[in-house]
Antibody
């Protein structure tokens, strides 16, 4: 059974930093690209970042470029999101999601339950 | 950025009725459009990818159609577990993926 379990979400002050993790199991992790997608409270879904199967190709939505860094450790079946210079509008539930293929086609076939990041003073 | 507009915002129907949800793109996305279902407190679930392909394990009552800028998700006979929020998502403007604002299907 495919499982994605996010962790690391907390309350942080504006300008602060945070590292989210996503532990994957039930599939061959390095056969798939992975994404982070977020959802502000009571709002819709927003794609954040994509990393290819080997970490060789990385992409971000414009609003997080230069502040967030996606990475993965295939030896530990883990995905990460380093979030720096956080802003109140980064407040959201952050999901990790698996792509259908290894390069990152933009089809998200499995999702975790999310980890909540709150940016507030 | 490709903007996806979903309508209606809320659809009030009874179990057994047919649901028709619309998604319109601000420019052509060819057939690179998917649909997701999200229930309260749960993660989204992929229903349809590339306009009309059902994802693994998705019941046949869910179907997708359309191309270019206009797309439809149809639920042929609503089951109690189908009352949820539905989002469309484009992958045409790769890798800047975007989602629609959602349609809530509620019990009438």
């Amino acid at each position: 059974e495919v499982q994605l379990v996010e962790s690391g979400g907390v309350v942080v002050q504006p300008g602060g930093s945070l590292r989210l993790s996503c532990a994957a199991s039930g599939f061959i992790f390095d056969d798939y690209a992975m994404h982070w997608v977020r959802q502000a409270p009571g709002k819709g879904l927003e794609w954040v970042s994509l990393i290819s199967w080997d970490g060789g190709h990385i992409y971000y939505t414009d609003s997080v470029k230069g502040r967030f860094t996606i990475s993965r450790d295939n030896s530990k079946n883990s995905l990460f999101l380093q979030m720096n210079n956080l802003r109140p509008d980064d407040t959201a539930l952050y999901y990790c999601a698996r792509d259908i293929d290894l390069s990152g086609s933009g089809r998200f076939d499995y999702w975790g339950q999310g980890t909540l990041v709150t940016v507030s003073s | 950025e490709i903007v996806l507009t979903q309508s209606p915002a809320t659809l009030s129907l009874s179990p057994g009725e047919r649901a028709t949800l619309s998604c319109r793109a601000s420019q052509s996305v060819s057939r690179f459009l998917g649909w997701y279902q999200q229930k309260p407190g749960q993660a989204p679930r992929l229903l349809i990818y590339d306009a009309s392909n059902r994802a693994t394990g998705i019941p046949a009552r869910f179907s997708g159609s359309g191309s270019g800028t206009d797309f439809t998700l149809t639920i042929s006979g609503l089951e109690p577990e189908d009352f949820a929020v539905y989002y469309c998502q484009q992958r045409s403007n790769w890798p800047q993926f975007t989602f629609g604002g959602g349609t809530k299907v509620e019990i009438k």
